[in-house]
């Protein structure tokens, strides 16, 4: 993101003879103890110059943020909001300034919480001015400021200055005595106000007649006043001038200011007609359009003059027109001297380009048609703004230029890929369309350097890397990292892009290394959300390979890196990683707990893959306590996120979860159905390097075998479990030979019962060193089955070494089965499917006769929530009212006769 202009920080000083308004400095004290206080009033009234006045009186420290048009980009503003912060502490804003400054883009919500709690921690009360709201018009900040103010801290009061109402919750700030307005009959000048002014601050001796006069054409606007006591200057028959002109703000603006401007020297007017297109003046600026040397010596002397100038700074160095006055200016050269507008606008470009100020660089450049100029620049600083998150000014500059400008410049053809892969506005096919057509014109142009080269390809393999194009993700990884220079800020995310293909590809041992140095590459170039997520994702492989405690380390690893108050994907990742490992050791609670801590962060930073991992872990924690409808739930909202992000691997691994939920509740048509749309074979050449698609396998294979096709589902474990035992990952090999045992105990195809028992006892001797548990209570009353047959042939071997080991370890997982609630997970002979604790619970409360809102309310649930179990209790009870659930539920003793 481009430098921060200090001068929309500094806080404008009151002017010599200004007129004293205690009676509204006392309501904008008063003011300070509510939330808001809105000065809001047409353009001329005295907003600023009021604010001026009352800041050095008021009783709390107050900070100042001048905006414009250029603010209407999210990260533009909050980055000057938190800059705002600073000038009252440097302390303010830190945490969300870093969030600000990572590619990884956070929520408004994390970001503005982040700012409020800061704030809130801060032990001295003060104010923060916005002045000129009305520039905004993006919605995303209009709802990040209502969010602030509705948590606004108690030491926090913010003042905004307004021409117009702002779409902020104002009706619930006033019923809630929480906002302080002062709107434009507050802010006229009363008579005698009028009569000080004219006389202190513009040398007038008007007679009492005369002000009043005067005070009743302009009804106290301030700049009216101000204009016609400029016009008055030198004039004889005050009172015939007074009585000659009238009508509405404008039209008094037009013709006063046209008399202002006629009085002025002619060198005096060509400099105000020459600098009318600048949003600030200084003197080598003014310089630089007029042509001339004297632009500092011009520019004390009109602000002397009180001619409608302002100071930006305490040195003198920066000013500004007043509003009016610079849009009076403005149509006057354009009236007068059109042809000038364009060749001013560039002469400003130029110069702020000279001095690296490349956001006033480029809109100058824009409104002077100087394209070529403008795109110069915003190839230049097209990466800084990715990766600053600054992509709406991006996207708004890029849009300004003319398309083909666009199609055939190949920076910025891929800076236009950038926005549309990483912005709000997300499209792979166009992001990936504007990054071949920057390769194909660079190649046409004979441009492409490497670094060119090196930045695209590393876009389309993060592309390729999100649609599960897992072998073109890693050629093109590959060759970004053969292309991009050695302090590229783009290297340690491609990096990470190569080892999520390397898992993709079912290469374990490559995608460890890559990640590893990922972790050290964004170490060196400060990505700590690659650090992060490399991290999470190296932790992810280490479960994949059974290595559950070194797992936990590193996912603690990764949480002890993370600033707590700078949510980031790679957190929630390890978040979910622990809960997965403590469910796997059937530690619900604390499992729960991690869920919860993920949540938390997930709501503000987003991110489909992050929010699925822990989706999935929620889900299974639910299924480990029987609770199949929320666990559903879960995986349905994780799949519609997937699709509305457009990344494929959740939506395919979301809807492989919930095919095997579906097959355990015995609804083997929506398993079945799952299975035939999927598009996976039982003989896939994928299915020998799984990789991120395991998930997807073992689903088909339950189905398979539910369907009684249970050769191609035992071929199909026999090649997951050849790439298990290849790539060296024990943690799959225990789940394939638990799934391989299960479905070998249930098989009609032999009778062989020692090979489930052998397969069994080599998925114990593999998960006993790391503590696995809710790999054998899933598969329920099959596996109790095995385990306590494996007992008794453990019990007729030597009581030594490897068999006590084992033995010990099934009597755990024996005595686990015992306290679990869900013992049964597969399905008994006497019901359709077993009921779950929650819908046990309801069912005893509709036998007590209550309604579905009483029980709603007794268990703090929804009513539709409690009709969706009661529909699933009478689809396991086979019935369909709620006497006949309750009769049968007593018959089968699942309630007391």
């Known amino acids: 993101m481009p430098e921060l202009l200090r001068t929309k920080l500094f806080i404008p000083r009151p002017r010599p003879g200004r007129v004293a308004r205690p009676r509204l400095t006392a309501r904008l004290n008063a003011g300070l103890n509510r939330k808001l206080t809105l000065v809001a009033a047409p353009a001329g009234f005295g907003k600023t110059t009021l604010l001026s006045e009352w800041i050095p009186q008021s009783p709390r420290c107050v900070t100042w943020l001048a905006l414009d048009g250029e603010d209407n980009d999210p990260a533009r503003f909050w980055a000057y909001v938190i800059a705002a912060l600073q000038e009252v502490h440097r302390s303010l804003g830190v945490s969300a300034l870093a969030m600000l400054q990572s590619p990884e883009a956070p929520t408004p919500a994390a970001l503005i919480t982040s700012v409020i709690n800061e704030i809130a921690a801060f032990p001295e009360p003060f104010a923060v001015v916005l002045e000129d709201y009305h520039v905004i018009d993006s919605q995303p900040i209009h709802s990040g400021m209502a969010y602030l103010i509705e948590h606004l801290p108690d030491n926090l009061h913010l003042t905004i200055t307004t021409r117009v109402d702002p779409p902020l919750p104002l009706a619930r700030l006033r019923a809630h005595n929480q906002l302080t307005e002062l709107r434009s009959n507050d802010l006229r000048f009363t008579p005698e106000e009028a009569g000080d002014f004219l006389a202190k601050a513009m040398g007038l001796t008007l007679s009492p007649h005369q002000v009043e006069a005067l005070e009743s054409r302009t009804e106290g606007w301030i700049a009216g006043l101000q204009i016609a006591a400029l016009s008055m200057q030198g004039r004889d028959d005050i009172s015939g001038f007074i009585e000659a002109f009238s009508g509405s703000h404008r039209h008094i603006v037009g013709y006063l200011a046209e008399e202002v401007l006629n009085q002025r020297p002619k060198g005096t007017l060509h400099f105000l007609l020459q600098t009318s297109v600048l949003d600030r003046l200084s003197g080598p600026l003014c310089d630089a359009l007029t042509g001339e040397s004297d632009g500092q010596a011009t520019l004390e002397k009109l602000e002397q003059t009180n001619l409608f100038i302002s100071p930006l700074d305490d040195e003198g160095i920066w000013f500004r027109y007043h509003h009016l006055f610079a849009e009076v200016l403005q ?55 990715l990766r600053m998150g600054a992509i709406a000014s991006l996207m708004r500059w890029l849009d300004a230029l003319p398309e083909a400008m666009i199609r055939t410049r190949p920076r910025l053809s891929l800076a236009r890929a950038w926005t549309y892969h990483l912005g709000p506005a997300l499209s792979l096919e166009r992001a990936d369309g504007w990054a071949q057509l920057a390769l194909e014109n660079a190649l046409a142009a004979g441009s492409l350097d490497s670094s060119l080269s090196g930045e695209i390809a590393a876009l389309q393999s993060m592309i390729a890397a999100t649609r599960s194009e897992s072998t073109l993700s890693r050629d093109l990884a590959h060759q970004a990292l053969q292309n991009l220079p050695n302090d590229s800020p783009w290297r340690s995310a491609v990096t990470f892009c190569l080892g999520t293909a390397h898992v993709d590809a079912g290469d374990i041992t490559a995608a460890a290394r890559a990640f590893e140095d990922a972790i050290t590459l964004s170490q060196n170039d400060g990505a700590h959300y690659i650090q992060l997520a490399a991290a999470a994702f190296l932790g992810d492989i280490l479960v994949l390979q059974g290595r559950l405690a070194r797992a936990q380390a590193v996912y603690g690893q990764v949480l002890a890196w993370a600033n707590p108050d700078l949510p980031q994907k790679g957190g929630v990742m390890a978040h979910a990683g622990l809960a997965s490992i403590l469910c796997e050791q059937n530690q619900l609670d604390a499992a729960s707990a991690h869920v919860q801590a993920g949540a938390a962060m997930v709501q503000n930073v987003g991110g489909a893959w992050s929010a699925h991992v822990l989706d999935r872990a929620l889900a299974r924690v639910q299924l480990a306590r029987g609770n199949r409808t929320e666990a559903l739930a879960i995986l349905e909202r994780s799949y519609h996120n997937g699709l509305r992000a457009q990344v494929n691997l959740v939506v395919r691994q979301a809807a492989a979860l919930q095919a095997t939920v579906h097959l355990a509740q015995g609804s083997l048509d929506v398993a079945a159905a799952w299975a035939a749309t999927s598009g ?193 209790i009478y689809g396991k009870l086979g019935t369909h009212r709620r006497m006949q659930a309750v009769v049968v539920a007593r018959e089968l003793g699942l309630l007391p006769a």
């Open 331 to 385: 149509a006057r050269l354009q009236r007068t001297q059109p042809e000038k507008v364009t060749e001013l606008h560039r002469l400003a470009a130029r110069w702020h380009a000279r001095q690296d100020m490349t956001t006033e660089a480029v809109h100058h450049a824009l409104a002077g048609a100087d394209f070529d100029l403008a795109a110069a620049l915003i190839e230049e600083a097209a990466g800084s703004m």
């Open 680 to 872: 996976l074979r039982p003989d896939d050449a994928a299915a020998a390097h799984p990789g991120w698609w395991e998930v997807e396998y073992l689903a088909l294979a339950r189905v398979l075998a539910a369907q009684g096709r249970q050769k191609e589902a035992f071929g199909l474990l026999d090649r997951l479990l050849d790439a298990a035992r290849n790539e060296a990952r024990a943690g799959s090999e225990i789940a394939i030979l638990v799934l391989r045992a299960t479905l070998h105990s249930e098989s009609r195809l032999t009778n062989d019962r020692q090979r489930p028992l052998r397969q069994l006892e080599h998925a114990l001797t593999l998960a006993e060193p790391e503590g696995f548990v809710r790999v054998f209570l899933d598969e329920g009353d099959t596996m109790r089955a095995l385990l306590v047959e494996l007992q008794s042939t453990l019990a007729l071997r030597p009581d030594e070494g490897e068999n006590r080991r084992i033995a010990a370890y099934a009597g755990r997982l024996l005595a686990a089965f015992a306290q679990s609630a869900v013992a049964d997970t597969r399905l008994p002979s006497n019901l359709i499917e077993p009921l779950s604790e929650r819908e046990l619970e309801i069912l005893l409360l509709v036998a007590e006769g209550l309604s579905n809102r009483e029980i709603a309310d007794r268990l703090v649930i929804a009513v539709s929530t409690v009709k969706s179990h009661i529909n699933a």
